[in-house]
């Protein structure tokens, strides 16, 4: 958040430069709804020091988000879009992906609950996907209170590299 808010604002299309991922949908609204507090309190301290407040705009994207809500998303990008692993695949699948370019950090919590399963295997599709879609590869930043086993977690959020179309491990 303070990088964020630091940063100069970028474009209206380059705004989406953090994604939260959550394998929990409850989690999400969570986080969402966490986010606030802190957000207000920057901008709180903010005006108290005589600096400009930051515009941090976030959003959520589940397979809930109603389609009005979609198309907004579109037209004005959040800094921060907070989905699922598989409403980011639906993302990634369709001209949403273009909301994505821009992204610098991705963060995958519940990282344990995901890494080494089939749900998982899905997301590390979407992650080296959202690699060839964003500007640049993002940082992939792992949320858990149980990370283990270390190698495995390693290993799903490492990823692999992706050259002229194929992918190695």
Not at 18 to 41: F, T
Not at 53 to 76: F, K, N, S
Request: charged share 25%; net charge positive.
């Amino acid at each position: 958040l303070d990088r964020l808010g630091a940063e100069p604002l970028p474009p209206a299309r380059a705004r989406c430069r953090l994604l939260y991922v959550s394998p929990l949908k409850a989690l999400a609204y969570d986080i969402e709804r966490n986010l606030r507090a802190p957000l207000a309190g920057i901008t709180r301290e903010a005006a108290r020091l005589g600096l400009p407040a930051p515009t941090l705009v976030t959003a959520m994207r589940t397979g809930d988000t109603p389609p009005e809500e979609r198309r907004a998303m579109l037209r004005h990008p959040p800094d921060i879009l907070i989905t699922t692993p598989e409403s980011l695949y639906l993302l990634l699948t369709s001209s949403a992906r273009e909301i994505l370019a821009p992204v610098r950090w991705v963060i995958v919590d519940e990282v344990h609950a995901v890494a080494g399963t089939k749900r998982g295997a899905h997301l590390a599709l979407s992650l080296e996907r959202l690699e060839e879609a964003a500007l640049a590869p993002p940082q992939r930043i792992g949320l858990s209170a149980t990370q283990r086993p270390l190698e495995v977690i390693a290993r799903f959020l490492g990823g692999g590299t992706i050259v002229r179309g194929a992918w190695h491990p």
